[in-house]
Structures are given as structure tokens and as C-alpha cells.
């Protein structure tokens, strides 16, 4: 079926709608433009479940110079200085702009930004709405904000399918609705889709975060970046704990990093502390954490985030979100210690972009987590990624609307893909690219994954990604950041990025899979 023209006179089109998409269709204002969301505003980000809230230098005795070296010591060689610092000095603009558009943040009774302590940051920094629903609070409003700016166009319930790309620049946008499938004719899109952890089994994320951005770029010819490196939370509700009510509920509820803040310690069933010895302890950086509690769940012990020395009575007044989720599967942290696992959480890895959010295809933008703009490295600091969002959607916007704003018609694609699904993935992509890695393993997961990824079915977008992902982890032979290989165990001298395109991924891909074949055959 030839898919209508959706007249947008060249407007840039915005894909995906949390923190980073409104925050770049606001800044784009009063420039016109069109915000594509899958969902229902506010109904599908992985921002609105943010718990953390964001890490800005704002107390007596903070400074953007300790926040900058506390966020490149979390990514362990590989952030990107220059825009380090920069997001860094950004901050306190940063929150003033959230708050004029309507952010309510949690203030002490002398009404200043109340400051709280995260992982691996060396002060009181974090700041955060409505204790711990920070993300929902700053969804809320920015959605808000966005409905009553009239240059926004927003286009809920219809899904972005592909890039259109002729002579290496973007000419349109492909995209399904109910109704059936629209061609948008435009030279500017910005990617704001978020994460990939829906590709995993344990996961913090939401289903439609399964890399839908990435599989977009990688397809229209983009360089992606970092893409091994994945951030596994520590501290996910253990929901198929045996005290558990649920067994089946995604994404994993999050035990926000802030109650360890508050002095929460983690402890086996028999109640032993078993990172006392480990520097930072629970405060550890959270791939150090987050592997401490893998190797237990695979000893065979049960793991559990116990607060109730530090918070007691008080846990339901401080952490009201993290509350009601424990007391929905029968636990009150208040007087039990809180069953938790790891699970896939955030990644560093994305779209190749430059300072302004650029990628290497013309007229193509990525903004907040589909995005890599080298400032978490190896490692993402605590709360840093709704700081990226709010700070880099400025400076993409601004390079937006000083872009060429024509538009030509672009070729007609004769149907779109089918809509993706990455359930019949999940077990392969846990197994082989999780907490702990191995290269033979990561070679078995590629060659399973290739089949599936060069089809034509529900799968084949998620498996591209996870494919591409398995690639850049087997060719990155040490262990660094959150990316662990037992195979490689220690770190290399030199730190170096990677880069890769569908394109090189899929050659890779294609030999390992031939040299596997002639040994059998052999």
C-alpha cells in the first residue's frame, strides 16, 4: 500500500517523547514542529520512571569542578572531557528552565533545592520532584507545556518505521498509525526514542525501549557509538523473589540508588553485608555493585537491599514510589529487608553524535539516551542522564533551526517494516550480553542473533541491534566500565571508543558465522 504524504511543509520531526523530545520541541518554539510518539504522551518513557533525580553543583559546598571529576572517574577512562565539562557548567541554567516550565522540585523548610547523595558522587547533589518520582514529575510538567505550545504539533499513536536517505542525507520520515502508513517530507529528525534494556529479560525499562532508535539510524546508514557498554541497576525489586505476589511484571520496579544513599545496606539471607570490604561499599560505582550482587544470585544466594536500621518508620515518608512498589508485592521495607537483582538499566552506547547532537548522516539528531555524546563513558554517573537530556536538548535545538529548512519529495518506500517485538530474542540477548560476559559466548549470540536480524519479521530490528551490540562487546577484548569479559578480565592501558555501522556489523557477523560452520563441517 503507498503510504499518504503528511504535508508538515518541511518541519523538523521529533521521534520520541520524554524528557529529551519535549524538552527539544519546547526549545525549538516558536519554530514549528512535529512530535511523533508511539503512545500516548507520558504513558511509554523511560522517564517517567525516574526515581534519581538530576546531579547539578549546586551546593555550598559543590562546585561544576567536583561534578565533572566525579563524572569522569565514573566512565573509567572513556567520557568525552570537552562535553563533560560543558554539561557540568550547564546545570544551574538547566534546572531554572525546568522550573519556569512548571517543575516542582523538592525544597528543605527554608526553601531551598533539597540535595541528596547518590553513588560515586563525592557531595550532595542530586535533586529530585516529588521525593522519588523525579521523572513523572518532570514528564508531567514538560507534556503540559508542550500541549499549550502551539508551534508543537504532536502526533500520538503513530510509529516511526524507517529514515528515508538519498545521497546520505535525510529526506523523510516513514511511519504507521492505525490508519495506515504516512511519509513525512522533511530534511531535519531529531531521535529521542531512549534506551534498549527492553532486550533484556531483567529490565528497568519500558517494552518500547528495545533500541527503535537505533535500529532507525543504524538502518538509514549512521555511525553508532559505545554500544557495549550497558549500565545493569543493582537494585531491581526481585519480583520472582518467592515473597513476591507478582511473577510477571515489566518493566522491574527500581529501588532508587538514594535509598543506599541514605545508608541502606545489601545483605545476604543470612544477613551478612557483603560489600564491607569493597571500597565505596554500597556507594560503589554501579557496575562494581551491580556484579557483587550478580555473583551471589549465582552462588545461590538471595540478595536484599536492608534499610531498616537507616530509615525505619521513616522509609514510606522518604521514598514514597519505592513504597508502594514494595507493598504491592507484600513487603514493607519499613520492618523487611528488600528483595533485589540486577537488571538492565541505561546505556552509554548510541547514535554517534557531535557536540551540537549531529550524527554522520546529514539532517539526522539524537538527543538523550539513544544518543551518545561521550559524557558518561564507560560508566554513567548517578542521575547524570536526565541532566544530559534537559542540557543537550538546547544546544540540538539550536542546531536544528539553523539547519536548512527545505524539503524535497522523498522516494517512496513500498511498505514499512513490520512492527517490532523483541520477546523471542529476550533469553539470548540475557544470556549472552549481561552482567558478565564471555567472548565464546558473545560469538554464539552473534551467530544466532544473524539469521534473525537479515529477516523480515517482528524480531529483526530488536536482533540488528542486539547483534550490533554483541559485535562491538566481542571486539572490545578487556574489561572496562560496565562491560565485563571473565575472558579479559583486566583493563587496557590505552582507552579508545568504538565506533561501528550496520553495515561493518553485519560483515563481522556474516565471518564469524562461516568460520564457525567450517569448523563443524571440519
Known sequence: MTP???????????????????????????????????????????????????????????????????????????????????????????????????????????????????????????????????????????????????????????????????????????????????????????????????????????????????????????ELADLEFIQFHPTALDIFHPTALDISRRPMPLVSEAVRGEGAVLIDECGRRFLSDTPGGELASRDVVARAVWHQLATGHRVYLDARQCLGPKFAKRFPAVARLCRDVGIDPAVEPIPVRPAAHYHMGGVAVDAAGRSSVLGLWACGEVACTGLHGANRLASNSLTEAVATSLWVAESVAAAPAGWQWPRLVATAPPRSDPSSIRHVVSNGLGVIRHGEALRETVETLLPIAAGYTAASDPALIALMIAVAALRRDESRGSHYRSDFPTRNAKARSSRLTLATAMKVAAALSLRSAERSAG
Open 4 to 222: 499518504d504524504i503528511g504535508d508538515i511543509s518541511g518541519a523538523p520531526v521529533i521521534i520520541g517523547a520524554g524528557v529529551a523530545g519535549l524538552m527539544c520541541a519546547l526549545h525549538l518554539a516558536p519554530h514549528p514542529v512535529v512530535l511523533v510518539s508511539s503512545t500516548r504522551l507520558g504513558t511509554e518513557a523511560s522517564s517517567t520512571l525516574a526515581q534519581g533525580g538530576l546531579a547539578a553543583s549546586l551546593g555550598a559546598d559543590d562546585s561544576p569542578d567536583l561534578h565533572f571529576a566525579d563524572t569522569v572517574a565514573a566512565g573509567d577512562g572513556l567520557c568525552d572531557e570537552n562535553m563533560a565539562r560543558r554539561v557540568v557548567d550547564a546545570t544551574h541554567r538547566a534546572i531554572e528552565t525546568l522550573i519556569r516550565l512548571g517543575v516542582a522540585f523538592d525544597r528543605t523548610s527554608d526553601g531551598t533545592l533539597r540535595l541528596g547523595l547518590e553513588a560515586v558522587h563525592s557531595r550532595r547533589r542530586i535533586i529530585h520532584a516529588a521525593g522519588d518520582a523525579t521523572g513523572r514529575e518532570l514528564v508531567r510538567a514538560l507534556i503540559t507545556a508542550a500541549r499549550r505550545t502551539s508551534s508543537i504539533t504532536i502526533l500520538e499513536g503513530m510509529e516511526a518505521r524507517r529514515l528515508i536517505v538519498e545521497n546520505g542525507a535525510i529526506t523523510g520520515v516513514l511511519a504507521v498509525r492505525s490508519a495506515g502508513a504516512m511519509l513525512f517530507p522533511t530534511r531535519r529528525v531529531v531521535l529521542a526514542t531512549g534506551g534498549i534494556g527492553a532486550l533484556f529479560r531483567d529490565t528497568t525499562n519500558p517494552p518500547g525501549s528495545f533500541g527503535h532508535g537505533l535500529a532507525l539510524a543504524a538502518c538509514a546508514g549512521a
